[in-house]
């Protein structure tokens, strides 16, 4: 991989004593950082307040290509390349508590990552990512006029496959705490607006890189949105968009000014196969990128059973 040493992404890398093979790995590790925190909802999904006792079962598959990285929002003159292969296993059961509509969840990724083209030196990387274990409390949940309103925090726990010396990692050897909100209401009969925000606070990793360097990161922020519309009883389109920044990492207490400050937009539909089963499809695509890899594509399949 080469960089430009005018690319003050070198410099900083450099500065910390890494030699050239190591950038691109360093690189890529702080940009899978970044853009692994964020907690990406689907439309409706805190419009999901199941009654008490309930259960249900996602299965989550995502592929996305890079194409483009980015440093202090120039683009790197390389012919980058990291594709993905990301899937999530995710369980949830509703109670109810008091007044309130309440769930426990765990969610478990898994999935490969490869280095192309320029960044093929990177490999690859297969396994399982870290445990999440997640509750969402709903303090609105009215659906004769469509309104919810959750609050949910995430855990993260280092369980998944990391290894030092490899430049690719599924887990981050960190515990990470996500807090999150959404809002949904009615705009019309078949019209529903979704708002969620979320921040993420993390760990520190004392074991980055075959270096062995300390990784602490900033608190991250997201902001969410989608327009749905109800087509049919079972069929729904949305399109929405969202917005990443902050997050900024340090390596053994110097700033690398990385935060990915990343905006995108995501279409797609769901529809009901059975009154049990529902399938949901997502496109989407970076529109910009500050540092890090630039998304040219990603396509999401979610597949829910409500047991």
Known sequence: MEISTRTPARARFM?????????????????LAGNAQAIDVDAGEYAAALPAGSNIGLLYLQHAQRRELYSDGHKVAVKAGLD??????????????????????FLLPFGR???????????????????????????????????????????????????????LNLGENRWRMIVQTGYVTGLTEKLSLDLTADVTVYGKNDDYTSQGLTLRQKPQWQAQTYLRYAVTPKLSVHVGASQLWGGETRLDGQGQHDEPNTSKYRVGGSYWLTPTFQALVNYGQDVSVDN???????????????F
């Open 292 to 306: 890090g890899f630039k998304e040219n594509q990603r396509v999401n399949l979610r597949l829910l059973w409500v």
């Open 15 to 31: 500065a910390c004593g890494f030699d050239t093979s190591t950038i691109g790995a360093g690189l890529v590790l702080a940009t």
């Open 84 to 105: 993905s292969d990301v899937g999530i296993v995710r369980v949830a059961n509703y109670q109810q508590l008091g007044d309130y509509t309440i769930n426990t969840q």
């Open 113 to 167: 990552l490869e280095g192309t083209r320029d960044n093929d030196a990177l490999g690859q990387a297969n396994g399982v990512g870290d445990l999440i274990l997640a509750s969402t409390l709903w303090l609105v949940n009215d659906p004769a006029k469509n309104r919810y309103w959750g609050i949910a925090p995430y855990l993260i726990a280092p369980t998944g496959n990391y290894d030092r010396n490899d430049p």
